[in-house]
């Protein structure tokens, strides 16, 4: 006699329905990519997600870390001319090229005066030395490429490796979208299977709990994980440098390229790589005006000002304050009727100073939440006239809307509620990679990946591989990587045996 055990810690659907089926042909096929997407992109994502969490922090942390150099025991009374400042600061580092300098916000705060350092790339960053505005003498200074937020953030956006890293996180993340994509067609496909009662696998084993703990974080938070995934990638090489581009021939950027027919005119996203000093993503690919050196005073000097004044804080090409050119202070005097909104508060100014005799000075506003406070000037280094004002009302529709998408990426638009959704975002993608990875290895037969079968019907694999197509236009390193990846299986992985049986 045969006893059978009714008792069952939970049901899960049948992931493969008879092969008579198509729409069981078309749930192989997507299982089988939503398999090996997940398997071979985990790694990379648990890495995004462990170091987006810890990065959404950034602020916080670095205020307490550096509050010995960030804030004065005593208020400044009245500031020095930031001039004087920035000289002070190079004297630490004679020789050094400033790059930019970051006024206080609040008599209790320092000045901010950012020297060039060694590294390059699209997270450079400099040396980083605190004036008393008060007294003009040095706090302290601060190896910015050095930091532990720099590191994180190096790993979170190219995994240290540069512009090969930089590509393979957005692969990573192009491929999540597709993850989701797939995975709410799973989930849906096997809800409807037992809406109509179809047969459920009665499974006593670890992997049902894995599997229901993965779906629901996948329904709970993957609105939210698409949200971010989508939302981080402007920062990325292909994909953010083509939306750029759209955002460019689409008029969300003004002035627009065509007016500078000159193909060497510098973009404002080139003037600094540094994440704490840098325009706006809309305006990185804003055209810098050059500022006009036929009027500069040949003396040398800006009338009312001395020798030293004229040629304060800088020592190299870049930053370096050209003859009868106006001291950081009166550029920035003469640029603050033209700031709109910039409350010390809830915003940051930041000047960037001019890059050799046509250089300017380039001016941004930095709010803490409201990226509409945002704002870019580029202010003529001679004659203090603003060449160029571009903020939110000259951001077009795309632009307004991936600037929204980074301050909430940031998890800086709406406070502590924004952080936590993005932190819960972040490990909402944890969990995913976990449970998925998890139910691989438990499921995996010995000396087999343990993938899904492949669909018998190709009608319907064609089907599922066309949709994959539009995916990868969308997506072009994904779908280049599709393209590889079926490759390798038509060439490779079918006509050898061996692995043939490993990948099934």
């Not at 509050?67 to 050094?96: F, M, N, W, Y």
């Not at 969300?252 to 993503?281: F, I, R």
Request: with cysteine.
């Amino acid at each position: 006699m045969t006893s059978v055990e009714t008792r069952t810690e939970a049901t899960a659907p049948v992931p493969s329905p008879p092969p008579t089926s198509s729409a069981s042909q078309r749930y192989r096929v997507v299982w089988r990519w939503h398999f090996y997407a997940g398997l071979f992109v985990a790694p990379v994502l648990l890495v995004l997600a462990i170091t987006g969490s810890i990065y959404l922090f950034k602020e916080p942390f670095e205020e307490w870390r550096y509050q010995d150099v960030r804030t004065l025991a005593e208020p400044a009374a009245t500031a020095r001319p930031l001039s004087e400042q920035i000289t002070a600061a190079q004297q630490v580092r004679p020789g050094t090229p400033v790059m930019s300098v970051i006024p206080p916000t609040s008599p209790d705060r320092t000045t901010r005066v950012i020297l060039q350092g060694t590294d390059t790339g699209p997270f450079a960053q400099g040396i980083s030395v605190y004036v008393n505005p008060g007294t003009a003498q040095v706090v302290g200074e601060i190896d910015d490429a050095a930091t532990f937020m720099r590191v994180v953030r190096t790993i979170h956006g190219e995994l240290m490796s540069g512009t090969a890293g930089d590509r393979v996180v957005e692969i990573a993340a192009c491929w999540a979208l597709i993850l989701a994509a797939t995975g709410t067609y799973l989930w849906w496909g096997g809800r409807r299977k037992r809406i109509k009662g179809a047969p459920v696998r009665k499974v006593r084993n670890g992997r049902a709990k894995l599997r229901r703990l993965h779906v629901t974080a996948g329904i709970g938070g993957g609105a939210v994980v698409v949200f971010l995934v989508l939302s981080g990638l402007p920062w990325s090489g292909v994909w953010g440098d083509g939306l750029q581009r759209i955002e460019a021939g689409t008029g969300s950027t003004y002035p627009s390229a065509d007016d500078y027919p000159d193909t060497s005119t510098p973009l404002s996203g080139d003037l600094s790589a540094n994440p704490d000093a840098k325009v706006p993503w809309a305006a990185e690919r804003l055209p810098v005006p050059p500022s006009d050196n036929t009027s500069g005073n040949t003396s040398g000097n800006t009338p009312g000002t001395t020798s030293d004044d004229a040629h304060a804080g800088h020592g190299g090409a870049h930053g370096v304050l050209q003859p009868g050119a106006l001291p950081v202070e009166n550029a920035l005097a003469a640029a603050r009727p033209a700031i709109r909104r910039c409350p010390p508060a809830e915003c940051d100014v930041k000047v960037l100073l001019p890059d050799g005799p046509e250089g300017v000075y380039t001016i941004v506003t930095d709010p803490r939440r409201d990226p509409a406070d945002a704002q870019t000037l580029h202010v003529d280094q001679y004659s203090g006239k603003v060449l160029t004002s571009y903020g939110w009302d000259e951001y077009g529709v795309l632009a307004k809307a991936v600037e929204q998408g980074v301050a909430l990426h940031e998890g800086r638009r709406y406070g502590v509620v924004n952080l936590l959704v993005m932190l819960g975002a972040c490990l909402t993608i944890i969990t995913l990679v976990v449970t998925g990875t998890w139910m691989w290895w438990k499921r995996r037969p010995r000396g087999r990946a343990g993938a899904p079968a492949r669909a018998t019907d190709r009608r319907t694999a064609y089907g599922v591989m066309a949709i994959m197509a539009v995916l990868g236009l969308l997506f072009p390193l994904a779908g280049l990587t599709m393209i590889v990846v079926l490759l390798v299986d038509w060439l490779v992985l079918r006509r050898i045996p061996k692995l043939a049986r490993v990948f099934g």
